[in-house]
Nanobody
Framework: QVQLVESGGGLVQAGGSLRLSCAAS????????MGWFRQAPGQEREFVAA??????YYADSVKGRFTISRDNAKNTVHLQMNSLKPEDTAVYYC?????????WGKGTLVTVSS
């Protein structure tokens, strides 16, 4: 069983920054891809950013503002979010792919006030 624990969400004013973290734990495993999705009220869950051995990937809406990084030794992924906008308000979910199976965290709320 894989557990994902997210942290770092909260309330911030537009233009501010937040740093999300997600730590994976459980049985021994090899992680392929780690990433983040988000879901705003009334909207579908959407891709935000991902990191794998193949590189870094970002949604167009966050390019230049968000940076994803990974600590393989700690099975942790971070999302540095700068220049936040009200439209970034959402629940952010950590996603980890292990042996072609996606695992999800419970989500952390990010609220950006105007």
């Amino acid at each position: 069983q894989v557990q994902l624990v997210e942290s770092g969400g909260g309330l911030v004013q537009a233009g501010g920054s937040l740093r999300l973290s997600c730590a994976a734990s459980g049985r021994s495993f090899s992680i392929n891809t780690m990433g983040w999705f988000r879901q705003a009220p009334g909207q579908e869950r959407e891709f935000v950013a991902a990191i794998s051995s193949g590189g870094l990937y970002y949604a167009d809406s966050v390019k230049g503002r968000f940076t994803i990084s990974r600590d393989n030794a700690k099975n942790t992924v971070h999302l540095q979010m700068n220049s936040l906008k009200p439209e970034d308000t959402a629940v952010y979910y950590c996603n980890v792919n292990i042996a072609a199976i996606n695992h999800w965290g419970k989500g952390t709320l990010v609220t950006v006030s105007s």
